[in-house]
């Protein structure tokens, strides 16, 4: 969330675009007992595969997860 923040000073107006976006989502988000493909959609950039067991999972806010798979 704080990244968002710091994008909506961004001089780029898709930067900010999608910063208020995320900022949305998240303020109205509530628990989930299934995968949501529209949230997914919303706040998943990119997914960069490394290898078989090796992901990372791009937001669009700049966040970066690391993912192993076993």
Do not use: P, W
């Amino acid at each position: 969330m704080k990244k968002c923040r710091a994008q909506l000073a961004s001089g780029n107006v898709l930067v900010r675009y999608k910063a208020k976006q995320v900022i949305g989502i998240l303020a109205e988000g509530e628990r989930l007992n299934e995968f949501d493909l529209d949230l997914y959609f919303a706040l998943v950039e990119k997914v960069t595969v490394h290898s078989e067991n090796r992901l990372t999972i791009h937001l669009f806010d700049g966040t970066e997860v690391g993912c192993d798979i076993e």
